[in-house]
């Protein structure tokens, strides 16, 4: 603890070094722009990275989806209106995806509407139930939290590899089974067996970072309000709901909103896991855009661009939403 | 000290990329480091600079993926490198650059008269050289002779059909208590071996998708041998879309006992099979059409763009000679292109008597391939077909599907497919 | 494990749920407690340590079914008058009895062997049923030996990219982040809100869906085969100024007052009051920065085309082909490329802990 804390310390006296030399220049800089102008000041390095490298590419896709062929540059692309969006929107059914054409969108849009609320609540519920463990005065905590973190590092291939050699035919959890007398279960072949394996091995590899997140925001609670508690002999489930979760509540809000975004992003983990499959069972929405936009020749820019606004403006509402509540409870 | 030698390093790239413009006589060829690859094409690049004192030869070895994802990209944004061993051969060809000019045409042309064609892209009328076929891969299967043995089954005879195949694997399976006895790789390109040996034309002549009773005999036949069990649901019913899968270990492990696959697996059997079984790479299976098995394999091609083409050109040229082709190949095992190889044969002093036996296998079901097999090879929306074909046919397997929906969804997405690359 | 947890005495559930010290006796909630955290402890650490203890199997032995924990390999012995080594079987003979015999050659269902301690006796032919290989462990370093000899020292550079490219972006991005998170969450001006939305709503936008997009951006500013081409287009996270703007909202903004009355200017507010306060924060968009620049794949696939800027990860790619996979290479590769991750985290873990803890007490 006070090693660290000493490295803390030192890193802080190292970061200010440039930062003395800094100092002054920013002052005569806020001389001169006036203290109005600051803010922008700061927010402008984020806000040109963010126009060049994320806005930027989403109008580029917004022209694409407008346009066809496989060209890359938008001014060889000839204008085709709104035929992609028509293609998506065109069906028969929309409770049906076989009565579309493009069946596959609306399978992915099933299968994600279906997968992000599992992945979330399972990722929350675990991931709180983890952190209320370590939060507990236990022994070795930062060994348990060091493995909760752990699968957090390995990039999403190495997950997938991992979780395939364990789940196959031949993989090492048949070979459990068998010693232990139990039949093999071919597990990735199975619709439900494969869609709870996705759920599952995505909680596994991104659980240990919310875990990490919600510690904190437990840690964060003042341990008299509890003393208070235990005198009016309130029972454990109701300081839990009473105390604990209201106060967590901003921090389950931030943990909330990143565990849907990246859900709703799941890829690399499922792309070599399941492919999608079995069938369409596991394909999810950023998959099926990967796959007609990039990985399968002729490249269908257009469409998979379109099909990402789509998803987009999905996103978008999901988002105001979120935030009109953040704010609300940041007022309240 | 580290840092001043790095610095000076630094220095010094920064010097050679500047200088290297004036010199001017430098190339970059990426491939990857399998088979006929980087690896065993260094040793002839090496000699070609020997000879050619003044002119470099880059060789950059890249991961397989990013040939098939990003060099497309960076082609179509006006990167890229001056060459490449490419293997959708069709799709790129709007980028290839004509060789003519520098080879002789009337060698290639008859040396490499089919592959060229795939080069072309569909273009029946172009008679432009795009690039030197390297190496042909074989689709096939590969039966553990052990296993058969051991039933007291006779091997089926040259001739034999996929159905009498599939009996007969069966049979073994059963009496050995083997685990399955058929896998096939989940990859379009070896579905379109059985397809056409049904009489499926895939593709027609002017190039559109081609939903025919073949396709649907073999899918109906693919499907029934999932649901008996004859092969299992682990590679076309476990994986979706148009990801690639092979189960080789099962026939390593002899839990197959046959295994379709492709001659690229060659090097791997020798390797680790040894002698715990029996194999060998068996003729091309028979359908009602026909006994085919698909080609595929590489080409190395220059690329438009390049500001070298005279010394690509000579490059490219000089690995053609049959004394640096055979060379390259018989390092790398694998079949040639070039038809006078293919007869004067090549000798693989490093592979073992059983694995010589097995190219002599390949090799000889090159004759017999359909010409939709051909066709199919060189169409440029072949990946478009083939990925259709993985996604569809495992839907079928799934239940998502009928066979007639998936035939159906089969010609629209290809339909579409086309429609999207090719709207003005 | 019991010693343990009767050593520590604590009080389950209920300090589970209060968070605080207690003093009880051995209770069934601690019980509980210990016991998932043992669960999860298996749980996400074996497919780790099964990774690993893979990565030192041959690729022979990768291939067995029922996989083996450890990597064993057949023995091998020297036998006079026969080339090379052969492998070791043991063998059940005729009278039941069971002998060590080196094997010759497999033919079918039979084997040649010859005893090892006495070669002079001939071959003997042995059913191929009742031989079973003599295995020992056997770590196969050579995977790791072979990946290093065959990337030679190109293995040193690929590292360096890889880490220039970490370090770069999360310093850029710490900084940037934190900067624009201030502007956000400490000033009222005009616009305020609308900037926040534009870089809230990247947050929805996966970078796979604007691959092509963004390349096209990299090659227009010349940035192809160059590590910025990476760095660059990943700094600006929205997820790193959403974390910090959230953290940075309960910072009381009576400590800007009070710094402002004494005439700091606004940057050494930002960097002397809110940066230190920030910590946590920081040390959390660090370490979310650090692991997905670490693991970054698609991008550096597309922008990187030339060896010498290749990062790990575009080099572990290597050891896959259309129809190959080179599982021991890949196995071993993988191990090494999270080596320098597990590495990190010991170092950041501590940094956490101590930022962590400070916060607890305000």
């Not at chain 2, 179509?76 to 045409?105: F, H, N």
Request: aromatic residues 10%; glycine residues 8%.
């Amino acid at each position: 603890m006070s090693a660290s804390l000493r490295i803390a310390r030192a890193t802080g006296a190292v970061a200010s070094l440039p930062a003395r030399a800094i100092e002054p220049l920013m002052a005569g800089l806020q001389k001169a722009i006036g203290i109005k102008k600051m803010p922008w000041f700061f927010l402008l390095p984020n806000l040109l990275a963010v126009i060049l490298f994320s806005l930027l590419p989403v109008f580029v896709n917004i022209f694409y989806s407008f346009t066809g062929s496989d060209r890359l540059y938008p001014s060889q692309r000839p204008f085709i209106g709104t035929y992609n969006y028509e293609t998506l929107l065109d069906c028969g059914n929309y409770l049906d995806p076989s009565t579309c054409s493009r069946d596959l969108f609306w399978r992915a849009l099933g299968n994600s509407l279906v997968f992000v609320p599992t992945q979330v609540a399972a990722m929350i519920g675990i991931a709180l139930l983890t952190a209320i463990c370590l939060n507990g005065n236990i022994r070795g905590r930062g060994f348990f939290r060091g493995v909760f973190f752990f699968p957090v590092m390995l990039s999403p291939v190495v997950v997938a590899l991992t979780w395939q050699w364990i789940l196959q035919r031949t993989g090492v959890l048949n070979g459990i089974l068998t010693n232990l007398g139990f039949e093999p279960v071919n597990w990735l072949v199975y619709a439900n067996s494969a869609f709870f394996w996705s759920v599952f091995v995505t909680v596994w590899a991104h659980m240990g970072f919310y875990t990490i997140i919600l510690l904190a925001g437990l840690q964060a609670i003042p341990r008299d309000v509890y003393e208070a508690a235990k005198m009016d002999s309130a029972s454990h489930w109701r300081a839990f709901t009473r105390i604990t979760l209201p106060l967590l509540k901003p921090v389950l809000l931030v943990v909330f909103i990143l565990a849907v975004i990246r859900s709703v992003q799941t890829f690399d983990e499922l792309y070599v896991l399941t492919g999608g499959g079995p069938g369409s069972a596991t394909l999810l929405m950023v998959q099926y855009i990967y796959e007609i936009g990039f990985a399968v020749q002729p490249r269908n820019f257009g469409l998979a661009a379109a099909a990402s606004l789509l998803l987009g403006i999905v996103l978008l509402i999901f988002t105001l939403v979120q935030l009109r509540i953040s704010r609300g409870s940041s007022n309240g | 000290m580290k840092l001043s030698s790095l610095r000076l390093s630094c220095a010094f790239g920064v010097l050679m990329f500047a200088s290297a413009p004036a010199l001017a006589q430098e190339i970059t060829v990426v491939c990857d480091d399998l088979g006929f690859g980087c690896n065993t094409i260094q040793p002839v690049a090496d000699k070609f600079m020997e000879e050619n004192p003044g002119k470099t030869v880059n060789l950059e070895i890249v991961p397989y993926q990013s040939m098939v994802e990003s060099l497309p990209v960076q082609l179509a944004s006006g990167e890229g490198p001056d060459a490449a061993i490419v293997t959708d051969l069709g799709g790129l060809s709007r980028y290839y650059l004509d060789l003519t000019p520098y080879v002789d045409p009337a060698t290639f042309n008859e040396n490499f008269e089919q592959t060229l064609q795939w080069l072309r892209g569909g273009d029946a009328e172009s008679t432009a050289i795009n690039g030197m076929p390297t190496s042909l891969t074989v689709n096939g299967g590969y039966v553990n002779l052990t296993l058969f043995e051991q039933a007291g089954v006779e091997v089926p005879p040259e001739g034999a059909t996929w159905q009498e195949w599939a009996a007969a694997t069966r049979e073994v399976a059963e009496a050995t208590g083997t685990e399955f006895a058929m896998e096939m790789d989940r990859s379009g390109h070896r579905f379109a071996s059985l397809a056409i040996s049904h009489g499926a034309e895939l593709v027609s002549e002017d190039g559109k998708p081609v939903v025919d009773d073949g396709l649907r005999a073999a899918i109906e036949q693919f499907v029934e041998w999932h649901q008996d069990g004859t092969m299992p649901m682990d590679l076309w019913g476990a994986v979706g879309g148009a990801t690639h899968r092979e189960l080789f270990s099962d026939f390593l492990n002899a839990n197959t006992v046959l295994y379709f696959g492709g001659s690229w697996t060659l090097s791997q059997m020798d390797q680790e099979v040894g002698d715990l079984f029996d194999w060998k790479v068996i003729p091309a299976p028979c359908g009602p059409s026909s006994c085919t098995v698909m080609p595929g394999g590489g080409a190395l091609v220059a690329f438009q763009h390049t500001d070298q083409p005279e010394l690509v050109g000579a490059f490219i040229n000089y690995l053609a000679q049959p004394e640096n082709l055979s060379q390259v190949l018989a390092a790398a095992v694998e079949i040639p292109a070039a038809s006078t190889l293919i007869e004067s044969g090549i000798e693989y002093p490093g592979a073992s008597e059983r694995t010589q036996e097995a190219l002599a296998t390949f090799i000889a079901q090159i004759p017999k391939m359909a010409p939709a097999a051909y066709r199919f090879q060189g169409w440029r929306y072949q990946r478009a077909m083939m990925n259709a074909l993985t996604t569809r046919i495992s839907q079928v397997l799934n239940g998502e599907l009928d066979v007639d929906g998936a035939l159906e969804r089969i010609e629209q997405d290809v339909n579409l497919a086309i429609e999207a690359a090719e709207a003005q | 494990m019991a010693d343990l947890s009767l050593a520590s005495s604590t009080g389950g559930v209920r300090n589970m749920l209060l968070g605080r010290r207690g003093r009880g006796r051995l209770h069934i909630s601690d019980v509980l407690t210990y016991g998932y955290l043992l669960l999860g402890v298996l749980v996400m650490f074996a497919p780790v340590i099964w990774v690993v203890l893979s990565s030192f199997k041959t690729s022979a032995a990768l291939q067995e079914f029922p996989p083996t924990l450890l990597p064993y390999s057949t023995e091998q012995v020297v036998v006079e008058g026969y080339e090379g080594t052969l492998p070791l079987f043991d063998v059940i003979t005729e009278s039941g009895d069971v002998v060590q015999l080196a094997q010759i050659r497999r033919v079918g269902l039979n084997a040649q062997m010859v005893d090892p301690t006495d070669p002079e006796a001939g071959r003997i032919v042995v059913p191929v049923a009742n031989a079973t290989p003599v295995r020992e462990i056997h770590f196969a370093v050579e995977n790791y030996v072979q990946l290093l000899a065959s990337s030679g020292s190109e293995i040193w550079r690929f590292v360096f990219n890889s880490l220039f490219i970490t370090v770069a972006a999360t310093i850029i991005t710490l900084i940037m982040n934190s900067m624009a998170a201030f502007a956000l969450s400490k000033y009222r001006f005009r616009g305020d809100s609308l900037a926040l939305v534009a870089i809230l709503s990247t947050l929805m936008i996966p970078a796979t869906v604007v691959l092509v997009p963004t390349y096209l951006i990299v090659a227009q500013l010349g940035l192809v085969n160059n590590l910025w081409g990476v760095i660059l287009p990943t700094v600006a996270t929205p997820t790193g100024v959403f974390l910090l703007r959230q953290y940075m909202l309960t910072i009381p903004d009576e400590l800007i007052e009070a710094a402002r009355m004494d005439h700091a200017s606004e940057w050494r507010i930002f960097w002397r009051i809110i940066l230190p306060l920030s910590s946590p924060a920081l040390a959390v968009v660090a370490i979310f920065s650090i692991l997905s620049r670490w693991n970054d794949f698609l991008l550096p696939l597309v922008v990187l085309n030339r060896r010498e800027v290749f990062t790990l990860q575009l080099a572990l790619a290597s050891y896959q082909d259309e129809n190959v996979v080179r599982y021991e290479q890949l196995l071993a590769m993988t191990t090494l490329t999270a080596l320098p991750l597990a590495f990190a985290f010991i170092f950041l873990q501590r940094y956490i802990t101590s930022g962590i803890a400070s916060t607890g007490i305000k």
